[in-house]
C-alpha cells in the first residue's frame, strides 16, 4: 500500500494543545491553546514543500500570541530533516513583535527567545516541533511500500524547554477503507545526548538529568492518512517526561483534525481538548 499525492486546494485543520513542564517545583511552561490552520503539501522538483497558514489561535498565556505565518518547509532526504525556507520573513514577524511589547522587564527573555529562534542551527524548527502541533506532519510517508510492519524515522530534535534530543519512529499500522493508520514512539536520542552534553557551549546549560538520564518518556502518536488525497485526515499526540528523583515533568496533549470532520482516534462528536 502506498500513499500518493493528490494536487488539491490548501486543507484546513482544527487543533487543541495543552503542555505542562516543570522542573523543581517551577514551571516552565503552561500552555492551552487551540485554533485552525490551512495547510498545503507539494512535491515539487525541489522536494516536498510544506506550507502552514494560520486562521485563528488562541491561549491562555497572551491575547495577542506570537504566531508566525505562513511557514514554509522543505524536506531534505539526506538529513531526514524539514527546514524552513522562509525564515528571514518570519525574522521580520519577529521583529516586527519584539518591538511592539519589549520593556525593561522582558528584554532579556525576547533577546533569549531571538538566539534560539535565528541564530541557533534549527532553532526555529526545534521550537516548533516543541511547542506547536506540527510533529506528525514531519514525516516523509509517500510512494513508499508501507506493510504492517514497515518502519519509517520520524524527524529527530532538540525538545525545548528541558533541551532534550529525542527522535520518532513510526510503523505502519494497517488500512481500513480509505484511511491507512501510522503509529509513532517517541524515545530518547541516546547518541545525540552523548555528543550534546560533551559540547562546552552546552555544559553551562546542562541540567543533572542530562548526566544521569534517570527519567521516563511515554508517548503515543497515532495519525490517520486520507489514501484519497494523501493528506492527514486526524491524529493525536501525547508525550509525558518524567523523572521523580530529577524532580521533572512535562506532559503534552494534543489532537487535530481536518475541518468539519470527527478526529477517528476520538469517540464521534466528542469535542476537543478545550
Known amino acids: 500500500m502506498e500513499i500518493t499525492l493528490k494536487t488539491i486546494d490548501p486543507v484546513k485543520y482544527q487543533f487543541a494543545y495543552k503542555k505542562n513542564t516543570v522542573y523543581k517545583t517551577k514551571t516552565l511552561v503552561n500552555t492551552i491553546g487551540n485554533g485552525k490552520f490551512s495547510f498545503f503539501l507539494e512535491s515539487t522538483e525541489k522536494g516536498l514543500e510544506l506550507v502552514f497558514r494560520n486562521e485563528f489561535y488562541t491561549n491562555n498565556t497572551s491575547k495577542d500570541p506570537l504566531v508566525f505565518s505562513p511557514v514554509k518547509l522543505i524536506y531534505h532526504p539526506d538529513g531526514n530533516l524539514f527546514l524552513i525556507k522562509n525564515r528571514e520573513n518570519l525574522k521580520i514577524q519577529w521583529s516586527k513583535y519584539k518591538e511592539k511589547y519589549r520593556n525593561a522587564e522582558n528584554l532579556s527573555v525576547l533577546m533569549t527567545f531571538e538566539r534560539l529562534y535565528f541564530h541557533t542551527p534549527l532553532g526555529l524548527e526545534y521550537e516548533l516541533a516543541s511547542n506547536g502541533a506540527y510533529v ?13 510492519d514497515t518502519i519509517l524515522r520520524g524527524m529527530d530534535w532538540v525538545h525545548t524547554p528541558l533541551n532534550l534530543p529525542l527522535r520518532i519512529d513510526y510503523q505502519a499500522g494497517g488500512t481500513k477503507g480509505d484511511i491507512i493508520y501510522i503509529l509513532g514512539v517517541i524515545s530518547l536520542d ?3 545526548l552523548t555528543k550534546v552534553i560533551a559540547d562546552k557551549n552546552f555544559q553551562s546549560r546542562a ?7 534517570n527519567f521516563q518518556i511515554q508517548s503515543e502518536i497515532k495519525i ?3 489514501l484519497n488525497t494523501g493528506y492527514i485526515h486526524s491524529a493525536v499526540f501525547r508525550l509525558k517526561i518524567s523523572g521523580k528523583e530529577e524532580q521533572i515533568i512535562e506532559e503534552i496533549d494534543y489532537e487535530f483534525t481536518q475541518d468539519g470532520l470527527d478526529n477517528i482516534f476520538r469517540p464521534k462528536n466528542r469535542s476537543f481538548l478545550i
Open 136 to 148: 506528525p506532519f514531519l514525516l516523509y510517508v509517500y510512494y513508499t511500500d508501507l506493510k504492517e
Open 190 to 192: 541516546e547518541e545525540m
Open 207 to 213: 541540567k543533572p538529568y542530562h548526566y544521569s538520564r
Open 224 to 226: 490517520a492518512y486520507d
